[in-house]
């Protein structure tokens, strides 16, 4: 079983920056393709940010490209999404999630989210 608990989420305002964390219990992280997603109030989970298990194939979805950055420390079965310039429309609950097929499309393990909220 894997266990997904992420940190660093917080208060900021607009233009700012905020780094979420993600740490992963199940030794087999390094194999799985990890990635963040986020639920606005009213509004259903959207796909943030996905990585491979070897880092080298990242995805991002338009709405974040050349502002956040996904990266892992397989040592340390982490997972992190650096979030810079930062909107109040980025205001959501951010999920880490673990897909142990590899494929990008199933993820079986969610974390409990933290809280991002964006002022104007």
């Known amino acids: 079983q894997v266990q997904l608990v992420e940190s660093g989420g917080g208060l900021v305002q607009a233009g700012g920056s905020l780094r979420l964390s993600c740490a992963a219990s199940?030794?087999?992280?390094?194999?799985?393709?990890m990635g963040w997603f986020r639920q606005a109030p009213g509004k259903e989970r959207e796909f943030v940010a996905r990585?491979?298990?070897?880092?080298?194939?990242?995805y991002y979805a338009d709405s974040v490209k050349g502002r956040f950055t996904i990266s892992r420390d397989n040592a340390k079965k982490t997972v992190y999404l650096q979030m810079n310039s930062l909107k109040p429309e980025d205001t959501a609950i951010y999920f880490c999630?673990?897909?142990?097929?590899?494929?990008?499309?199933?993820?079986?393990?969610w974390g409990q989210g933290t809280q991002v909220t964006v002022s104007s």
């Open positions: 999630a673990a897909d142990p097929s590899g494929t990008g499309s199933t993820w079986s393990y």
């Open positions: 199940e030794r087999t992280f390094n194999s799985n393709v």
């Open positions: 990585i491979s298990w070897t880092g080298w194939t990242i």
